[in-house]
Structures are given as C-alpha cells and as structure tokens.
C-alpha cells in the first residue's frame, strides 16, 4: 500500500528551464509535507518543506506547492541548473507522529 | 563529527549469516529511523524510534529484522539468517522532536551498503 507516489521515475530539462516533480498521497491525515534530493551514493538530504496550513512555500529557486484537496504536492525547480541532477524523494508525515513516509523518488537530470 | 554516523559503509556477506548494521544519531536528535533503499526502489520505512517510546516497527519486513536503540542514541540494526532479496542500502536518520518550520526535518547517514551473496 503505497501511500506517497511519484509516478514519473524520471524527468529531463534543459538547464535554465523549469523543473516540476509531482507527488500524490492517499492520506488526509499527513499534515507535513517535505523534499528530499538524494546523490548517488550519498543520503538524501532535506530541501524544502510545507505544513498543510499553506499552499505554498518558497526558497531561493525551490517553490512547493500544495493542493490539499487533490492530496497533491510538486517542487518547482526555477531556473534548473545541472547540479540540481538527482533523485529528488517527496514525503509525508503527521504532526506529533514523526513517521515520515517517503515517496518512490524521480531522478531528474538536468541537461546543460 | 557533526552528521549522522553509520557503520560499515558496505557489507558483503553470505547467504544465511547474520549482520548487524550500526547508527550514531546526531547529538541531541530524539528521533531514530531506519530506511532501506533496494536497487531501483524509493525509501522503505523499517523502524522508528523516538526517545523512551515505544519504537515503530510497523516496516520490518520480517522477524528476521530487529532493531535496538541504547541509552536513547545509538542503533543497531540487525538481520538474521541474511537472503539475497535483503541486499539494499540502509539509511539511518535522526531527527529532533516536533515538526515545525525548519524542525523535523530528518538527517541522514550515507548508509551501509549490504549484498548477500
């Protein structure tokens, strides 16, 4: 039962362009919402973040947006430069409950 | 160091053995998960501990997986009677208590790497 999806396994952009990874979730109760962007052989490291009180949260070229209703988020990467090339990981969890769930991931390359 | 310390970086072992898998939480961090991340797969929750709590282990695949936390730090994940589908990468995290605008966010290892063989 996979709870946090990421149905595109992959995404390719030219540098400079725009970057948009989605993810969906099944539960209502996830009130937390975060990115993680993982290279090879290195652990995922965190992004960027939004509570379900907003719909969107912004850091320098990092933009998350959240429809609560769709149980949808995406991470908008603008401009996208090449070493934004990873696997990018959404994930979800409820507050007071630390269990964090992740996503399947979406590798993103980033072409020059 | 600063970061979260795992150990061994990688684990080559034979089928049927038993290995045990290490994690130095950040200082502080109250929060211990474990995640595994097989070839071409996301992140697969296994445990979680937070402070005196009972741990979550609603992840583990099996009871051949257990897993400690000492004195409120420092985990050791362990498989026994290793198979092949248990060759993965498996991440510790930590983090601190209560989400909120920049906290909760979870720090990860590099991860040890297992193959059995």
């Known amino acids: 039962d996979q709870q946090v999806k990421q149905n595109s396994p992959s995404l390719s952009v030219q540098e400079g362009r725009i970057s948009i990874l989605n993810c969906d979730y099944t539960n209502s109760m996830f009130d937390y919402f975060l990115w993680y962007k993982k290279y090879p052989a290195e652990g995922p490291t965190f992004l960027i973040s939004?509570?379900?009180?907003?719909d969107k949260n912004e850091d320098g070229r990092f933009t998350v947006f959240l429809n609560k209703s769709a149980k949808h988020l995406s991470l908008h990467i603008v401009p996208s430069q090449p070493g934004d090339s990873a696997v990018y990981f959404c994930a979800t969890a409820r507050g007071g409950y630390q269990k964090v769930t992740f996503g399947t991931g979406t590798k993103l390359q980033v072409i020059p | 160091g600063a970061g979260v310390s795992q150990s061994p970086s990688n684990k080559v072992t034979e089928k049927g053995k038993d290995v045990e898998l290490r994690c130095d939480p950040i200082s502080g961090h109250t929060a211990l998960y474990w995640y595994r991340q097989s070839l071409g797969q996301g992140l697969e929750f296994l445990i979680y501990f937070q402070g005196n709590s009972a741990p979550d282990k609603s992840g583990l695949p099996s009871d051949r997986f257990s897993a400690e936390r000492t004195g409120g730090s420092v985990s050791t994940l362990t498989i026994q009677r290793t198979q092949q589908e248990d060759s993965a990468v498996y991440l510790c995290?930590?983090?601190?208590?209560?989400f909120g605008r920049g906290s909760g966010e979870l720090f990860f290892g590099e991860g040890s790497r297992l193959t059995v063989l």
């Open positions: 995290a930590s983090s601190l208590a209560g």
């Open positions: 939004i509570s379900s009180i907003k």
